[in-house]
């Protein structure tokens, strides 16, 4: 089955520091990527999605120079939280759809295990 | 999402069936999605239906699709302590890959 990685899975930093989430599909290649953030006991929230050699679109709302994305390949994408603040801290997961087509069109999107950020 | 709505909570005895509702609105979606989210994880996907069905199976989960009234059911048989989770319906419209999340429904199986 197609599976999503990501690193770290938790981090912990000083207000003010970069932090930067790798995201990586294992077995599929993935044009597209997408990144998410989760408050506690609420839903995913998209924040952008990523094209592999084009600039993310962000949604609205979303600081893009805050939130830089970067889809170098197509197997991974990379989420740097820049001058981080205790605002920032949160759950970020990402997905990467995988759109083989199998015995018909077939549009899913595997999740990573998530990147619980932690800013003092 | 305010686009899909579930209710945020079921609890259900071991060995009883679990059924989790969702509602959408967008009548143009395509795809609908169950995912699982168990504490401090990611999601992972239990199934997902096309909007032209009206029902799926698959093992011990079986989603049932009212395209009229724009309802999302999924039955879990058998429910098992490892079902506990949250439980989040999620849909994708035509020519948008992007998914629309419901808040979420956290079930609880006691014994």
């Known amino acids: 089955g197609a599976v999503v990685s990501q690193h770290p899975s938790r981090v912990i930093c000083k207000s003010g520091t970069s932090v930067k989430i790798e995201c990586r599909s294992l077995d599929f290649q993935a044009t597209t990527m997408f990144w998410y953030r989760q408050f506690p006991k609420q839903s995913l929230m998209l924040m952008a999605t990523s094209n592999e050699g084009s600039k993310a679109t962000y949604e609205q709302g979303v600081e893009k120079d805050k939130f830089l994305i970067n889809h170098a390949s197509l197997t991974l994408s990379t989420l740097t939280v820049t001058s981080a603040h205790p605002e920032d801290s949160s759950f970020y997961i990402c997905?990467?759809?995988?759109?083989?087509?199998?015995?018909?069109?077939?549009?899913?999107?595997?999740f990573g295990p998530g990147t619980r950020l932690l800013v003092l | 999402g305010e686009d899909v709505e579930q209710s945020l909570f079921l609890s259900v005895r071991e060995g009883d069936s679990s059924v989790i509702n969702c509602t959408y609105t967008d009548s143009s979606s395509t795809y609908l999605y169950w995912y699982k989210q168990e504490p401090g994880a990611g999601l992972q996907l239990l199934t997902y239906i096309f909007s032209n069905m009206d029902m799926k199976q698959d093992q011990r989960l079986t989603v049932l699709l009212n395209k009229k009234d724009k309802h999302l059911s999924l039955r879990i048989a058998d429910t098992q302590t490892g079902d506990s989770a949250i439980y989040f319906c999620a849909e994708t419209v035509a020519n948008d890959y992007k998914l629309s999340f419901g808040a979420g429904t956290t079930v609880t199986v006691r014994a």
């Open positions: 997905s990467a759809e995988d759109r083989d087509t199998i015995g018909g069109r077939q549009e899913t999107q595997y």
